[in-house]
């Protein structure tokens, strides 16, 4: 599959910018701070790792997501790999979807190495795993799912050949989808059904990140129904697929000047 | 890809998309209905003061403001949707706390919030206890956060001792106003009574930047008055043994020249006799004796 | 309105090297890209074998060299090679045969190892003619192929456009060093303007005329050059070039000898490509002429 070769090679270039050691190493150190702010609060180690933790996780991979999402395509047009790379036989819309997936591939094993900075902090500040730290898998799958949502739309505006825009942007967007609830409740307050109604359209229309912040419940030992998690792979596999299918319709199209 | 099938592939696409934001529509609900029923309090993000204070890296300021901004607007939705929940104001506002001890508004205002019954609030006046307490341990030399304490004790728990006391401990910080002292000695005195609790509602409203906190002293005062009128006019009517033989309504008395009009109450409304001889508020004035329903004195102090 | 290409028509023969030629700015790396699918013309299309450019299948049988190529910092030579390679289907012993042949065949060997990050624009380009031919396509279109390159460098890619041409193969490319199209190439097209200004083999397109003869000479010290003679000679110290018409050259000849020059030279003066290409840059036709055989729109 042509896709399968682009992802492999973006995994390999994403490894080889240093700059990923860098904040893998950020990551860990927050780990260690855990475990000291874990003395500080009695009582509630487990609370205040976990949520670091996950906190920590979910933003750095988002950084990451973001910045080098960004750089995708709009590096390969700048440095004009792309013309040597589409005369040979892929498509464009093989060669977005392989970005995708190398990107996503990076993230995932990122996200993994860091999870096991956090059970090792974990197991040191509680001695033993309980059952209830189960559903910090499920905590992590979110993230995951977040992050491969914001690398879609990074890849979307990376198309672009406007790395600051495409940047602010993809922040902007993220931000956006944190906080789409309150912006709708905002229209439920404001007593006026034209404006309701638009609130809540974009509502529905703006990623919603905030599905996906499972991180105040897990630290707190609830369990996450089944049926959310179902959920929540579906709209995010959704929602991808139309961002990937803007993209591609976009960049087949474009003059690459 | 050239000319026809590229234009395919994007009439496709462009076809499927919103095909597909009609998809996700139902699935959204669905996310929402699950996430509603998850106890967790995601509202609070971070559900420690003293963490997100350590890990904010100075912008503690800004943090509170934004902890403060989030719980006004939880109020606001809640109070909209006429919830009777407001499980994670104090949480909020707790945390605006601890990110800025300083941030004055946030006890001062948020007490109120909390101690109001429902619908107006979360009828939770310990919770304003422990906020103000905590601001106090943050700021205790502030007068200010004992006066609002001596009032949540007073007005909202009944607490007369209490109240006096704190009254009393704050008239002695620097800037304390000079009645503080004779509002401890008054309370000690007479428990509730309703001059005390005009005085004290008096003082509110002319020390409240929050135009709702206002707006609430003022209806307070209003009810307050219109109280103090409808006893007066009660006794004027159960000791009635003029001329005409069954008085009904406050017209009457003033054909039998007892009362030269009719009175009115502070939102200019005429009071009224209703069918079972009590003197009451016209229904269709603005003032609202509900609500000294939370704070009734009783001449009977303890 | 401007046109970078302006109803430009040709057709390459199978098994030819043709060169493409024109100034900067004449739209040559237009055409190749319109050419590869990279940018989409107003109105037209190319073909390849008959098959257009969307045809990703048809892709196997093309290779592109782009213009000023850069790579991915991060990956070797070889590794660059064996990524483009894999988009081809071949089984890992393949590749690495092949990564391993065409590395040597331009000269790379030694480097196969080091990250392009730190290539020089020589070796840059190598490697970007090594990814254009390696899966051996039967159609090589090459943007500028010896730009950046050392005499030697480029004579290594003259061998190799050579050898392309005697297996058989067509190579497409694009150069403004005319010395290097009139030496490969069997037909060139002139472009100036965005307009095709001349096609045809550099012979036809070029006229054998005869202009008159060039003698380059010394003079021994002491010695002068007969005076009629001088008036047409460009001295420089010693030595001297004369420009003479074709039916008075060995009665230049003689007074030379007389004169006890010594001969250097006697070359014909014809015009080159270049000249032609000057002229045709300066004063650009309306229509090209009629070398070129009926071909599609691109």
Known sequence: MMAGTVAINTFREAVRDRVLYNLIFFALAMMAAAVFVGQITIGIERLVIINLGLTAI?????????????????????????????????RRWEFLVGKFAGLVLTLAVNTALMTLGLAAALFYVTRGFSRADTSILVAVYFILLELALVTALALFFSCFPTPMLSTLLTLGLFVAGQFSTALREYGHVAHNRALELLLGAIYYLLPNFHNFNAIGAVAHGDAIPGALILHNTLYAVLYITVVLLGASAIFANMDLK | MTGAARTRFTRGATAAIPLLFVAIVPLQRGIDRYRASMSAPEELWVGSGTLLKTISMGYDALLADIYWTRAVQYYGAHFETGSSQFKELYPLMSIALTLDPRLTVVPRGGSILLSEPNPIGAGRPDQAVELLQQAIVGKHDDWQLYASLGFVYYWYMKDYGHASQVYLEGSQYPGAPIWMKGMAARIAELGGSRDTSVMVWSQIYQTATEPRARENAKQHLMALHAQADIEELQKIVDNYSGHIPRLTSLRDLVEDRVLPDVPVDPAGYAYVLNSSGVVTVNPASSVRMDILDAGKHDKAAE | MVRSLDNLTFQVE???????????????????????????????????????????QMH???????????????????????????????????????????????????????????????????????????????????????????????????????????????????????????????????????????????????????????????????????????????????????????????????????????????????????????????????????????????
Do not use: W
């Open chain 1, 58 to 90: 979910s933003l750095i991979g988002t950084v990451m997501a973001i910045f080098i999402g960004v750089g995708l395509v709009y590096k390969e047009m700048e440095k004009r790999t792309l013309y040597s790379l589409l005369a040979k036989p892929v």
């Open chain 3, 14 to 56: 199978e098994g030819e090297v043709f060169g493409f030629l024109g100034p900067n700015g004449a739209g040559k790396t237009t055409t190749l890209k319109c050419v590869m699918g990279l940018i989409f013309p107003t109105s037209g299309t190319a073909r390849v074998f008959g098959r257009g450019i969307d045809d990703v």
């Open chain 3, 60 to 298: 196997q049988e093309i290779g592109y060299l782009p213009e000023q190529p850069y790579f991915y910092d991060y990956l070797t030579a070889r590794e660059l090679l064996d990524y483009f390679a894999r988009f081809f289907g071949y089984s890992a012993a393949e590749r690495e045969d092949r990564v391993a042949h065409f590395l040597e065949r331009v000269q790379l060997t030694r480097f196969a190892d080091v990250q392009l990050r730190k290539f020089s624009k020589g070796m840059l380009q190598r490697a970007g003619i090594a990814q254009a031919i390696l899966h051996e396509p039967k159609v090589v279109f090459l943007d500028e192929p010896m730009s950046g390159l050392d005499p030697i460098g480029r004579r290594e890619v003259r061998d190799i456009i050579l050898e392309l041409k005697e297996k058989g193969r067509t190579v497409f490319f694009s150069t403004h060093v005319l010395s290097d199209a009139e030496m490969l190439c069997d037909r060139v097209a002139v472009l100036a303007g965005g307009k095709l200004q001349g096609i045809g083999s550099p012979a036809e397109i070029v006229s054998i005329e005869v202009h008159g003869m060039e003698i380059l000479c010394d003079i021994a010290a002491g010695r002068q050059l007969p005076a009629a003679l001088a008036a047409h000679a460009v001295r420089s110290g010693n030595r001297y070039r004369i420009q003479v018409p074709e039916a008075q050259l060995y009665g230049v000849l003689d007074q030379l000898r007389d004169s006890e020059a010594r001969i250097l030279s006697v070359a014909a003066l014809r015009p080159t490509l270049e000249d032609y290409f000057i002229q045709m840059v300066e004063h650009p036709k309306g229509a090209p002429p009629a070398a070129a055989s009926a071909g599609e729109q691109p």
